[in-house]
């Protein structure tokens, strides 16, 4: 995808929009319409975002007006960007040894089996040069699709395996509100529990992290420390108290149950018409992102032999390389 700022992408001047990402109302109507949301439900959505402070009122180069993402929500959605696309590699290829980058794997378009080991795929052609992975990012997100084909999925984990962060807080009993909401984002970024008070999560989440706590106005109440667990019982076991790993597997198999079938069918198809691609792309991107929040990166380990994340991983990410740039070429033609 082009950079927002030349006018050329999703999210540009040439899609009815300007370079900063202001979208007409209208316009998100036609793109949620393509998947089944009805006009009042996208109207009230975007009064809640406004209300939260991640919309902004602003006008597109050719006078409409629309809205556009404030600082809060470009950091959010930098933050989103590298967790549901930058940790694929993690998911797909570098848990495996021997295994190629996200774009090798995406471009093979099978998912591996459960259990099987990925092997190096041959691609067909070689990658597309690479371009700003956070200009096309927002673009993508403007959009409603994910970063550019080729242009690589972002940062892998920042920290060897083993690594862990704790996040310890403590909130007076007249604040006990933000208690409760600190736990439910914690929870949300993927922590698990290791005691009472005492939240844990792999330590590639720690900038992201630090970015929700001072978003929410909750550093205050939190210590976060980085180290090594040096426990009695084995990490392994420990990451079973700590997380519910059965649950989180049902989630994978939910989306595997829901997408393989799709990206089985897409592999068949020798064209890729613009409105079925993106209608099935942003049904998958709208599973499949919640997962890389529920399932936090674990190293793989501490996971069972059998771990369905890599899988759902390789689903995504060759429905990612099949039909996304065909989805965003829906998203231009509706746009104009």
């Not at 980058?101 to 471009?107: D, E, N, T």
Request: glycine share 12%.
């Amino acid at each position: 995808m082009e950079d927002r700022g030349t006018g050329n992408g999703p999210g540009g001047r040439g899609a009815g929009s300007s370079a900063d990402g202001t979208v007409p109302v209208a316009t998100l109507i036609r793109l949620l319409g393509a998947v089944g949301v009805d006009p009042p439900s996208v109207r009230s959505a975007v009064s809640r975002l406004k209300r939260r402070g991640l919309l902004v009122a602003a006008k597109t180069a050719d006078g409409a007006a629309g809205y556009a993402p404030s600082e809060a929500a470009v950091q959010l959605l930098d933050d989103g960007d590298r967790r549901i696309f930058g940790r694929l590699d993690a998911y797909c290829c570098a848990t495996r040894p021997g295994a190629g980058g996200f774009a090798q794997c995406a471009r093979s378009g099978q998912p591996a089996q459960p259990g099987q080991r990925t092997q190096p795929a041959q691609p067909d052609q070689p990658a597309q040069p690479g371009e700003s992975s956070r200009s096309a990012s927002r673009s993508a997100s403007a959009s409603g699709l994910g970063p550019a084909s080729g242009a690589g999925p972002g940062p892998g984990p920042e920290k060897e395996p083993g690594d862990w962060l704790l996040a310890v807080f403590s909130v007076p009993e007249q604040e006990r509100h933000k208690r409760h909401l600190l736990r439910s984002r914690l929870a949300r970024l993927g922590f698990g529990t290791a005691a009472p008070g005492v939240w844990i999560a792999p330590a590639l989440l720690r900038e992201e992290t630090r970015h929700t706590l001072e978003r929410l106005g909750l550093a205050s109440y939190v210590d976060l420390f980085q180290g090594e667990h040096a426990g009695f019982a084995p990490t392994a076991d420990a990451v079973r108290r700590w997380w519910d790993l059965d649950a989180l597997a049902a989630r994978h198999h939910a989306f595997l149950a829901t997408h393989e079938p799709v990206l089985q069918r897409w592999a068949r198809r020798k064209t890729v018409p613009p409105a079925d691609a993106y209608r099935d792309y942003l049904l998958a991107l709208d599973s499949w992102r919640a997962l890389p929040y529920a399932d936090p990166g674990l190293p793989p380990g501490l996971l069972p032999d059998d771990w369905p994340g890599e899988r759902s991983a390789r689903v995504f990410a060759g429905l990612h390389e099949r039909l996304r740039d065909a989805g965003a070429e829906f998203v231009r033609t509706q746009s104009g």
